[in-house]
T-cell receptor, first 118, second 114 residues
Framework: AQKVTQVQTEISVVEKEDVTLDCVYETRDTTYYLFWYKQPPSGELVFLIRRNSFDEQNEISGRYSWNFQKSTSSFNFTITASQVVDSAVYFC???????????????FGKGTKLSVIP | DTGVSQDPRHKITKRGQNVTFRCDPISEHNRLYWYRQTLGQGPEFLTY????????KSRLLSDRFSAERPKGSFSTLEIQRTEQGDSAMYLC????????????FGPGTRLTVT
């Protein structure tokens, strides 16, 4: 089973529409961390947000917002009034304790490719 | 402060050749990670360093792969006797101590094995 499942493989929206990217994760840990990264066509992964498992407050940053729900193991990402520059692949990632390695390990989902059409 | 840098950005090599990639992390970051990313997939963890110590290696890292971080600053990833299956984007990332900190990624080295 995938530890991080990004529900949509590809999404296309028209500029100014709102769009939500869904992420479902699986872990047995009580302490873990969730991340979203953006990978534009240039290829460099850009950090967007980190959330720890004890903080279920939703967060808003400009046109971006994140909804974290432990009850459904989801960490969804919404872009409001999308713009062409939002076109990219977005990755959700889970950091959990790897007892074998004695450290936290980051596992990425397969990504959601978002295309914003002008 | 500059971000994570990687060199070269692109590498084309023939099967069986050895290649080496370099990563320069953000200067105050003690942790350095290597990932591999193939088309349509998220980055997959290969190995990481805490300062100069290599603390974990993925099963993806075969014996043909070796990584070093000799002085706890830059790191190199070497692939010996390259195979076509090694073709991928190799990403380097760095972070502060503690796996809960966000990792900052470099632009990657795209390897093509012909």
């Amino acid at each position: 089973a995938q530890k991080v499942t990004q529900v949509q493989t590809e999404i296309s929206v028209v500029e100014k529409e709102d769009v939500t990217l869904d992420c479902v994760y699986e872990t047995r840990d009580t302490t873990y961390y969730l991340f979203w990264y953006k990978q534009p066509p240039s290829g460099e992964l850009v950090f967007l947000i980190r959330r720890n498992s004890f903080d279920e407050q939703n967060e808003i940053s400009g046109r971006y917002s994140w909804n974290f729900q432990k009850s459904t193991s989801s960490f969804n990402f919404t872009i409001t009034a999308s713009q062409v520059v939002d076109s990219a692949v977005y990755f959700c990632a889970l950091s959990e304790w790897n007892s074998g390695a004695g450290s936290y390990q980051l596992t990425f989902g397969k990504g959601t490719k978002l295309s914003v059409i002008p | 402060d500059t971000g994570v840098s990687q060199d070269p950005r692109h590498k084309i090599t023939k099967r069986g050749q050895n290649v080496t990639f370099r990563c320069d992390p953000i200067s105050e970051h003690n942790r350095l990670y290597w990932y591999r990313q193939t088309l349509g997939q998220g980055p997959e963890f290969l190995t990481y360093f805490q300062n100069e110590a290599q603390l974990e290696k993925s099963r993806l890292l075969s014996d043909r792969f070796s990584a070093e971080r000799p002085k706890g600053s830059f790191s190199t990833l070497e692939i010996q006797r390259t195979e076509q299956g090694d073709s991928a984007m190799y990403l380097c990332a760095s972070s502060k101590d503690g796996g809960y900190y966000e990792q900052y990624f470099g632009p990657g080295t795209r390897l093509t094995v012909t």
